[in-house]
Structures are given as structure tokens and as C-alpha cells.
């Protein structure tokens, strides 16, 4: 594994949250004008906690409230404050961000939430208290790998994970695994599911991995990602060396947690490094993930590029590179039908606001459809 670090002024008493040389040119206007630096380290209801030089101040959003929703103020965003002294305190700007991690708020709006801002690493928990769930781990990575920079926000399209945050596969509750053997494939079976993201397994109660984990995540920011009940506030507790994060036990029946985590809460890691904990995903939508699915499916993407035809949709063409590796069964089935849905589901969110994109799919629609048609017309003996 290869990680990035921070090049951080030590003696900037922000430094302990990711402020370096960049971000400190980045503010220098703002300086000037008697403001003071501050990276968000919870929202609430239009309110934020932002640490700053002068400790962790209360600050009103009033002046920052954007119309476009991807614009709002969030977790790991940094922010010019006003100086000590003013009552109130409001967030006058929002640094440009570095990396945003976006999920589609619902299927039926073209919205999407911004998770967490500014991070470097994005850390999917997968509970081993349960059969592991291939599919919902391919679609967190897409939409991990897709995690956007700034610039990317503002026209819509994903960066590569090698130039916005880096995924990394964490199996919690590994005490649980009966024996090493065991264990070892379920990591394999990740690693194949996620082809070049690292994959740790760890126990918070045992405390195996936890070393290594903490190493690399003292490199920068990370978000915790996951499902209610993968661990992810037993994680933060114990890599914080604190209980500052409520925990309950996940119920007996489907392992599945409660939301015990209801904000984004952004905390100072002892060894190095910041994290962030986000609440239990339910829903995982899709934003603009098409970068992010190729890269999940590389092997898939390679394949394409030996079919006779460009546009080929691996589905019934001749010369078809994709469908000769899934009958050779070099290509499993299951994982084509899952980058199948994923490339639809995204395509469909992307269409709500492209109208190429949504007459691409019509016209693929009437193409179906007129192909089912004559299929029926010639098994009834009807030819046109």
C-alpha cells in the first residue's frame, strides 16, 4: 500500500486538523480582512461548530446558505469565521474543497447530499457479524471512487479515486471469524470484489489491525463509512481512545444496528490525522458514479475494449468479449448483472438533469421495444 500524507505547519494550531500551507494561501485573503480559519466539525439546523485558533466556537450559516444543495456548509468544510468578540459568530465563506463524498438523496429527485468534504480517505466498514454482501460493498466503492474534487462538483463529473479520495476496505469484527483460514478468503473475496483497494481486517474488541489502521489514517482526513451496525462508532471510540461516540449492540436477529450516530462529527485522531463518522447508510444512491463503476468493475471495462463493436452493450452482439468471458466463466455472472444495475441506476440519476442522456435512454427504449416486438411477430409466424 502507498498513502499520501500532510505537509503540516506543526506549530499552526490547526494543524492537528488538517490545515497546511495550501489551505493557509487559500485563506490569506481572508486574513486580511480579520477573519479567522476554521474547519466545520458538526452541523446542525442551519448552526455549525467550527474549531479555530481560538477553540471551538458556535457560528451561524446564515451568510453562506447557497440554492444549490451541494453548496451547503458540511462536515470537514473549511470556513472564514468572525473574529472573537462578535455575538454572533456567522461563517462569512467556504473554502474551495478539495474532495466532496456525494450519495443521490432519493430516486425520485435529482438532488444530491454531500457527506463529508475535504477528505482523503474513504473507509467502507463491512460488518463479518453477517454473510458478507458483495453487491452493497461494489456499490459503496463506486460511489467512494467517485468521490469528487471541487472543480468536479461544479461540472458534474467524477475524478478517479488516484486523484480525489482513496477507498479502503475495513472488515470489522473479525473476533467473530471461527479461524484464520476462514477469514483469509473472506478477505480475498473483497479484494476480487474491489480490485486494487486495500482490505483490513479488525477487531475493535480484540484489537487486532487496529495498529495498522490507525498508521494510515493518521495521513490525512477519512470518512467512515457503512451500514447501522458495521461497527463504525465502536471504531471511532477505540481509535480515539475514548467513548465519544454512542454505541448499541446490533440486533441479534439481522445484525443490524440503530442509528446511534445521527450527525457527521469530525474528531482530532491521537496518533495523526482527523475522522469523520457519519450515520448508518441505508439507502447507498448513486451520484454521478459512471467513473467510480468503471473502476470497480476494471476487469469488466477491460474486457469491452477487445468487443467488435464500441458501443457494444454486452448483451446479445457478436464478437462480444464480455459475453465470451462470462461463458467461459472467466467472468462470474453475478458480478455482470451487478455492473449492469449500477451503470442503470446511475444512469437514470444522471438523466434527470442531462436531456441527452434522457433521450439516449428512450431511443434504447423504443430499440427494445421494437425488438421484442418482431421476436413475437416471427415465433407467431408474422413477418413484416
Known amino acids: 500500500m502507498s498513502f499520501s500524507s500532510f505537509q503540516l505547519p506543526a506549530s499552526h494550531p490547526l494543524a492537528l486538523y488538517g490545515w497546511d500551507t495550501d489551505w493557509e ?11 479567522l480559519p476554521g474547519r466545520v466539525v458538526r452541523v446542525d439546523r442551519g448552526l ?51 474532495t466532496a463524498f456525494v450519495r443521490s438523496t432519493s430516486s425520485k429527485r435529482s438532488e444530491g447530499q454531500v457527506l463529508a468534504t475535504n477528505i482523503d480517505y474513504v473507509v467502507i466498514c463491512v ?47 473479525a473476533d467473530l471469524v471461527p479461524d484464520a483460514a476462514t477469514l483469509g478468503h473472506l478477505v480475498q473475496d473483497v479484494e476480487k470484489t474491489a480490485p486494487g483497494v486495500p482490505v483490513l481486517p479488525v477487531s475493535s474488541s480484540a484489537g487486532e489491525g487496529l495498529d495498522v489502521l490507525a498508521a494510515v489514517l493518521s495521513g490525512g482526513t477519512s470518512v467512515l463509512l457503512g451500514q447501522s451496525g458495521a461497527g463504525k462508532s465502536t471504531l471511532a471510540n477505540v481509535l480515539i481512545g475514548e467513548d465519544v461516540m454512542d454505541v448499541r449492540a446490533a440486533r441479534d436477529v439481522d445484525g443490524k ?9 469530525l474528531l482530532a485522531l491521537p496518533g495523526g490525522g482527523v475522522l469523520i463518522d457519519t450515520p448508518g447508510l441505508r439507502g447507498v444512491g448513486l451520484w454521478d458514479a459512471e467513473t467510480g463503476v468503471g473502476q470497480v468493475f476494471s476487469e469488466i471495462e477491460e474486457l469491452a475494449a477487445d468487443c467488435r463493436f464500441h458501443d457494444c452493450a454486452h448483451e446479445a452482439e457478436p464478437g462480444c468479449a464480455v459475453l465470451a468471458a462470462l461463458d467461459s466463466g472467466v467472468l462470474p455472472e453475478r458480478r455482470l ?28 427504449w423504443k430499440r427494445k421495444g421494437a425488438e421484442g416486438r418482431a421476436a413475437m411477430d416471427a415465433k407467431r409466424g408474422r413477418w413484416h
Not at 25 to 35: H, K, R, S
Not at 49 to 62: L, M, N, S, Y
Open 48 to 98: 455549525c461548530d467550527v474549531v479555530t485558533p481560538a477553540g471551538v466556537i458556535r457560528a451561524d450559516t446564515e451568510f453562506v446558505v447557497p440554492r444549490d444543495p451541494m453548496k451547503v456548509v458540511c462536515t470537514g468544510d473549511w470556513v472564514a469565521v468572525d473574529p472573537e468578540g462578535d455575538d454572533p459568530r456567522y461563517v462569512r465563506t467556504l473554502l474551495p474543497r478539495r
Open 337 to 364: 448483472a451487478s455492473y449492469r444495475k449500477l451503470l442503470r441506476e446511475n444512469q437514470r440519476i444522471v438523466a434527470k438533469t442531462d436531456a441527452r442522456v434522457r433521450a439516449e435512454i428512450r431511443r434504447d
Open 257 to 265: 444496528g440503530r442509528h446511534t450516530t445521527t450527525t457527521r462529527n
Open 25 to 35: 494561501a487559500e485563506f490569506a485573503p481572508y486574513a486580511e480582512q480579520g477573519l
Open 127 to 173: 460488518s463479518l457479524a453477517l454473510e458478507l454482501d458483495l453487491g452493497r460493498i461494489e456499490r459503496f466503492l463506486a460511489l467512494a471512487m467517485s468521490c469528487s474534487s471541487g472543480e468536479a462538483l461544479l461540472h458534474k463529473s467524477a475524478l478517479s479515486w488516484e486523484s480525489g479520495a482513496q477507498p479502503l476496505g475495513v472488515l470489522t469484527k
